[in-house]
């Protein structure tokens, strides 16, 4: 029921131990690889699914395949299956890792970890239906692609050859030059004729396929991040009272007196004014649109003061919405930023493509750009907190997480600058080769200027990179000694 219901099933199957998880990971693995390779095998049959026999025949010629190989070659055979299983438990744990801010509470990072594993390998069952759909969906189009192509008779034509002993500046070269533009001609006729005729899902079966695997990726992402940031009902731990300017322990003193340490009145500390949240979790008395501006404006330009707004002990998942309402403006920029790309690339001589398919294509290009950037976003949130428990042992995952997520605006300019930049590199060809030659690398050829361009974008991408951590870091100082 992981993938209807996550929160709920997250939170009725928090007694699951860490082995019981882990062996249900590996039994939904197990079936998901048994479905894709029976899917490949089928494949290559090139038979309907829905004939009788087809699936069983793709399962047996699938175990003969698995026994030839082992057969051949057994250590190699072995090595692999042992290689395959290392990367998907990697996988698990690495996904584990990026999860620990979303499942954190208030508690030691260990359990912090264990409680993002379990979850992480017990969601594994939502790619179950995300899987079989779109196989179901892939073999339907494959399916029809190949019936349809089966009953066409399209006359494709034949490629001029080439005289013997043809030379460059002679009239045989340029009849032959003419026959070779003429028979393009007659390709291009030929196929746009093809193109015509095909049915609309035959015609458009790789958008279709590119379209599903984005649906399909974002239901999955979403079941994962509702079924690791439920709930819990953790108890509520007992800390000492801290100033919240300079973490002094301040039991047994009055509201009205000043932290010996730092003489920050006590009241900002633990008075009941104190971290009152942040705008967007007021936005009920401030309005969506205020609140939201507040709160990007806050985290950037006063990341310290924000900070001490944060409610770090406390369970909250209203950042939650922040980010994602920030990746959706991200997802617009880098599609907008890809098909950019791929118009200046088709100027400077690319091949041009149906634009229905260069939309589709780019859409899902920003799509795996968006889920990149929610990636660096946990990752910059465990690293930081990483930072603060090597150096006084702390857990502020509760805190980086909703630190990374209110900058998540940084993460919209940082998107556009990218975009920007790959636009003006590749804009920017023929400067490119000049510098290539200047430094000799013109040994290397065409690849020169490409790595020149890369190096470029490169760069300014890990600048951003660099100073988005560093704005996590300066917003978690402020909720360091948080008392709430």
């Known amino acids: 029921m992981a993938w209807i219901c996550p929160a709920t099933t997250a939170r009725r199957t928090d007694h699951v131990s860490l082995a019981r998880a882990f062996v249900v990971h590996v039994v939904l693995l197990l079936l998901l690889l048994l479905l894709t390779l029976v899917l490949d095998v089928w494949g290559g049959a090139r038979v309907p699914f829905w004939q009788a026999g087809a699936i069983p025949a793709a399962f047996d010629r699938y175990v003969t395949l698995l026994m030839s190989d082992f057969k051949a070659s057994p250590v190699e055979f072995v090595l692999m299956l042992v290689g395959l299983g290392a990367f998907l438990a990697g996988a698990g744990v690495g996904l584990a890792f990026l999860a620990m801010p979303w499942a954190a509470g208030d508690e030691r990072m260990v359990s912090s970890f ?47 050859e080439a005289p013997a002993n043809l030379r460059v500046n002679t009239p045989e070269f340029d009849a032959y030059v003419h026959e070779v533009e003429v028979y393009r001609q007659e390709v291009d006729r030929a196929f746009a004729e093809y193109r015509r005729r095909q049915p609309w899902y035959v015609r458009y079966d790789e958008l279709l396929i590119l379209m599903m695997l984005m649906t399909a990726g974002t239901w999955v992402l979403w079941v994962w991040l509702r079924f690791v940031s439920a709930d819990r009902g953790l108890p509520p731990r007992d800390h000492p009272p801290l100033c919240e300017m300079c973490g002094y322990n301040l039991t047994g003193t009055e509201l009205d007196r000043i932290c010996p340490e730092c ?110 950037a929610l990636g660096l976003a946990c990752l910059a949130a465990v690293a930081t907190s990483l930072g603060y428990r090597l150096r ?34 590749i804009l920017l060809g023929s400067a490119f080769d000049d510098l290539a030659t200047i430094l000799g690398l013109r040994q290397y050829g065409f690849f020169a ?30 909720a360091r000694y948080a008392n709430r």
């Open 114 to 160: 264990r409680a993002a594993l379990r979850r992480t390998w017990l969601g594994t069952s939502a790619l179950l239906p995300a899987a079989w759909g779109f196989c179901l969906v892939l073999m339907i189009l494959v399916t029809s692609r190949m019936q349809w192509q089966a009953t066409d008779n399209t006359q494709w034509p034949d490629h001029p």
């Open 263 to 372: 003489g920050v009145p006590v009241r900002e500390s633990l008075g009941p004014n104190a971290r009152p949240g942040t705008p967007w979790e007021r936005r009920t008395e401030f309005g969506i649109w205020a609140g939201w501006w507040r709160s990007a404006v806050g985290a950037a330009l006063r990341p310290r003061e924000f900070g001490r707004h944060l409610h770090a002990r406390s369970r909250t998942l209203h950042f939650a919405s922040f980010l994602a309402s920030n990746l959706a403006l991200l997802l617009l920029c880098a599609w907008g930023g890809w098909f950019a790309c791929a118009a200046a690339m088709t100027w400077h001589g690319w091949p041009l493509v149906d634009y229905l398919d260069l939309f589709t294509s780019t859409g899902f290009l920003a799509s795996i750009t968006t889920m990149i």
């Open 392 to 425: 006084d042992g702390s857990n502020l995952l509760p805190a980086t997480i909703q630190a990374a997520a209110y900058l998540a605006p940084l993460l919209v300019l940082w998107t556009v600058f990218s975009g920007a930049t790959a636009l003006a590199v």
């Open 449 to 478: 200027t490409q790595l020149l361009q890369f190096a470029v974008w490169l760069v300014v991408n890990l600048l951003f990179l660099a100073a988005y951590v560093r704005w996590v870091v300066c917003v978690t100082a402020g």
